[in-house]
């Protein structure tokens, strides 16, 4: 089946550890999107990337670091410099570039920092 | 100001009754508008999408969009106890913007 694969679901850290949040998508999407969920938040942009080698920063980038080899792939680094890196993230694809369409949600991946 | 404003909750109505959840934008230029339902812990689904002015129906769900107001909302008919989620608002010009979203619960 077609979709977009987080892992892991739960991660603990400890302060001061750098920690890669794994994203796969099998949609053929061009554009993959990470985004970071507090408790009774939305959804604040972390990080996208629109095609292959190339990504953008979002409204909160501080703290991140992505990178885009290959279509399918997306990880996301939360680097010791992320003062509050304990949430819920978020990693996501869209068919189009910058466009119209709805972004598929993979299920997640909780991290916290002990 | 936020660029994507939610009703505030908790909403919480009776089993069978509407519920309503309304959503206003900043950008004027937005596309494209999306209710995601949100279940405590999991990741956000799709439910409804809207492009032009008006009422789209799908199922017990109908999306109305007024882009002259920049105001969308979603009425949920017929409301079950599975409805009980967090609804979030999206609006699209270019990058996919979320609102805070609205908690509603469904009383037996």
């Known amino acids: 089946d077609g979709g977009i694969t987080q892992s892991p679901k739960y991660l603990f850290r400890k302060e001061g550890q750098n920690v890669t949040l794994s994203c796969e998508q099998n949609?053929?999407?061009?554009?993959m999107y990470w985004y970071r969920q507090d408790p009774g938040q939305g959804l604040r942009l972390i990080y996208y990337?629109?095609?292959?080698?190339?990504?953008q920063k979002g409204d909160i980038a501080e703290g991140y670091s992505v990178s885009r080899e290959k279509k399918e792939s997306f990880p996301l680094t939360v680097t010791s410099a992320q003062k509050n890196p304990t949430a819920f993230y978020l990693c996501?694809?869209?068919?189009?570039?910058?466009?119209?369409?709805?972004?598929?949600f993979g299920e997640g991946s909780r991290l916290t920092v002990l | 100001q936020k660029e994507v404003e939610q009703n505030s909750g908790p909403l919480s109505v009776p089993e069978g009754a509407i519920a309503s959840l309304n959503c206003t934008y900043s950008?004027?230029?937005?596309?494209?508008f999306f209710w995601y339902r949100q279940y405590s812990g999991k990741s956000p689904e799709l439910i409804m999408s809207?492009?032009?002015?008006g009422d789209k129906e799908d199922g017990r769900f109908t999306a109305q969009l007024n882009k002259a107001s920049q105001y969308v909302s979603l009425l949920i008919r017929d409301s079950q106890p599975s409805d009980s989620a967090t609804y979030l608002c999206?609006?699209?010009?270019?990058?996919?913007?979320f609102g805070a979203g609205t908690r509603l619960t469904v009383k037996p």
């Open positions: 996501a694809s869209s068919i189009d570039r910058g466009g119209t369409g709805e972004l598929f």
């Open positions: 949609l053929n999407h061009d554009a």
């Open positions: 990337s629109q095609i292959v080698n190339d990504f």
């Open positions: 950008d004027r230029v937005s596309q494209s």
């Open positions: 809207i492009y032009s002015n």
């Open positions: 999206a609006v699209r010009a270019g990058g996919m913007r």
